[in-house]
Nanobody
């Protein structure tokens, strides 16, 4: 059974930093692509950053240069370091683990999310 647990969210002042953690169990972690997404009230869920099983990282333009995604396969954990936070970064941040199966279907699981609030 796949379990995804996010942590590290909270209230931070504008310009501050947070490090989010995503721990995934029940899978062969190193074979999965892991992504951080966020959803603000009234908005669609959007990709923030991703770290593929092959080591490729990708960032949304809105966080590029302010955020760093990293991965520790030995700990089944992906981190998202966010610096110079802005009020518009406030959202629920979700971790997603996914893999393309041999039959070409996409297996994807989500965590419950962690709230990030940025005060101006």
């Amino acid at each position: 059974q796949v379990q995804i647990v996010e942590s590290g969210g909270g209230l931070v002042q504008s310009g501050g930093s947070l490090r989010l953690s995503c721990v995934v169990s029940g899978i062969i972690f190193s074979t999965y692509d892991i992504g951080w997404y966020r959803q603000a009230p009234g908005k669609q869920r959007e990709l923030v950053a991703s770290f593929s099983s092959g080591g490729t990282t990708d960032y949304a333009d809105s966080v590029k240069g302010r955020s760093t995604i990293s991965r520790d396969n030995a700990k089944n954990t992906v981190y998202l370091q966010m610096d110079s936070l802005k009020p518009e970064d406030a959202a629920v941040y979700y971790c997603n683990a996914r893999i393309l199966l041999s039959d070409a279907t996409l297996y994807s699981r989500w965590g419950q999310g962690t709230q990030v609030t940025v005060s101006s």
